[in-house]
């Protein structure tokens, strides 16, 4: 296997370099309008989408961004699919590890950012060493290593990308006129792949006769027939590009019930998908391409839409069009990052009217939040409506959930206090967890499909919102804990904030109790559905109820009088740990039931966090001891 | 915070009240109905009126043909699963007595060789099922109907055509045309 991945990245690198020699492509960046083509649906993991998503996830993959410094990800995959000259000199792939670019001979730059021609030459100088480094276990591997290998898949999939659409690429060049009468095409045609096999008969005929001449008797027609056999040849070698499935299927039943498998459009010739409307979309495809490469702004307009109306009329009413240009438009307004910028602004503000005119700063710090709420949940639900799934399926889903219901909860909070509380709790739980998962959005597509244990949208609806009600009240009663802890510290006579702090502890305690012991039974009634057992001891299970016995002792605790508000608020801030350490936790270790939600590289930000809280609440605890001391002395 | 206990009652009615009413729309995806080869709620792609010619020079369309179902298959002399499979196919046809065109477009880059093929190869195996009048060979010169109007350049492959003009079906590949689901689209075929 590893031998023929050597080999591949020989043509690959031999493709790249080939492109690279030939002449630099003498089009400048196109400035097109990519509305259309951004909006041509693809499948890509399970999921029809709209290409203008496949494109940033892509390039995320490549690039560590959603887009170029002067390009959007749509404009980058149309050069992908259309100029290869232009893209293979393009500086895309993102290396930051030194230990990698020394590993394969590469410069340090100070931007990380290399070419597709400069990449795979340099792997492909050193495939020994790769071959080496696949053959090794994994776990034995260092991250160097191991993100040498990814680098190496990445080039893999940048060329198999590139070549998606080479069938319909006008790069067949027939100058020679008496190659081109035989052909029956005028001298200096472009032909693509499709309208040269249309003449296959004649340039066979033509080919055999060359191939039988001696050497030194070849004619320029003889030659010229044997290039073109040989450019032929490389774009059939292109029919193992499958990645890109941009043609709905027809011919099965699946494909009628809209869950069919999307065909890539080598994979159309080679798989036998074609249909009078593949044979369509391809002239789409085609002219698409030749308005590219020709910078003709009005055809590219015109062809672009016609193949959008196309690709959705072949794809029938399977096709949900509502949702696709939701997506679309969702990806535009990029709500998320609005919202984190009018979160932060709310702190700001809040802080800043401590400088002089409270009320109004209040007031406009309170208006930030709000429209930082309202942009929050409309993202959440645009996702929902897109994916017709409930707001909480995946781990990224969950940060934004809990963020939304933390924010919701400060509102409601601040609207009953009118003292600003809400808005600080707000403002900085809302903008920590938009930061997170920001952070998990370039992880792939952030849309990605169900794993089969989660598709069962009544329980995601119930025990899934629930549960993550129950870690957003429970964050927002740990900042309480935080804030109550500070003016502990730092105005300890002011008994009244203290009290209405103490106060509000408890009861978003209770509320988080309510909820997290309700998802938690949800959880499993569901988990006696699917798996045929109430409780089965797993770590997600295990977390879960360890939320709600720390919660059941400390609101106990409280309301009974044994735990005094200050050891409340401290055990309010370690609910945080309790809570990321279920959320989070539990996926790091990659056993039980619940491990679709796993993620790698967190645990050192997760124990960083954990530490952080003990200390402060630790920290706290010394300075409120000695302050007494002091006092009492 | 007192605990209030109207909130947590708008909150619960919320919740459940989303989960309960998305539940229908949820538990179908959009668009997604329960469909069957023959169900009348799959909308099949209407076939091109194509026009061709037969060996013999004479031109038709698929919509002239008398009758009821059409397979349009695509083959070649060289494919030997095209060949493997010719004497079952010809014979269904034979069997469907008139109900099923059969319209064999071959592929070959060279007439003469397909036509070798029918006259030494073939009728030796399939004898006189070769000259069924519901037979109509054809060879695909410019790859007009193959390749630029179905994108086929593997073989073989069988488009099934009602006689509502509709693509019903498509094979790729060897098929087994004596079998019971072939029995029944043929039969389906003649019903209509």
Redesign the interface.
Known sequence: MRKVLLVLLSIVVFAGSAAAQEQKSVLATPAFNYEAFARLPVQHEGRVKPLDTFARVMLTGFYGQASLPDMSAPAWLAEMLFDQESAYQRPVFNIANPDVLTAIGLKYRPHHRYNFVEVSQALRQNAEMLDRLGALPEGERSGAQEQLLELYSKVFLYFEIARSLSLILPVLNVDDPVLAEKLNVEAGAKLNYLEMMEHRPAFLTLAEEAIAKNPDDMEETDQAALYLGHGLQRLAQDQRSRFLRLVPPQWDDSAAAGNGEWLAPWAVLADGGGSPQTAALFDDWAALAIAYRTGNEQHWDTTAQTLLKRTKDTAGKALNSTALATEYRYNQLDLFRYSLIAYIGAFVVLLAGGLGRPALMRRAAFTLLGGGMFLHAVGVCARMFIMARPPVATLYESILFVGLVTVIFAVILELRNRNNMGIMIGAVAGSLLQFIGMKYATDGDSMGMLQAVLDTNFWLATHVVTITIGYGCCFVAGVLGHLYLLVKVFHPADKERLNMLGRNMLGAGLVALFFAVLGTILGGIWADQSWGRFWGWDPKENGAMLIALWLIWLVHGRVAGTLRPLAFAMGMVLTNVVVALAWFGVNLLNVGLHSYGFTSHIAANLGLFCTLEILFVIGCALYIKGHRRGTTS | ???NPK??AI?LVV??G??AA??D???T?????????NSKT??Y?Q??DLSFVTLEGEKYTLNDLPEQGVLLHFWASWCTTCIAEFPDLLESVVRADGKVALVAVSID??RERMERYLEKSLRKKASDNVDFPSIYWVWDE??EIS????????VP?T?FINSQGE?V??T??EADWMGSDMTAIYAGFAQE
């Open positions: 915070m007192k605990l909130i947590i909150i919740v459940f989303l989960a998305g539940y729309r949820w538990a995806p959009h668009g997604m109905k329960p469909v069957t080869a799959v909308v792609e076939a091109p880059d060279d410019g790859k390749l630029k109007t179905f994108n086929v350049l593997r492959e488009v693509m079906k498509k790729i590949g």
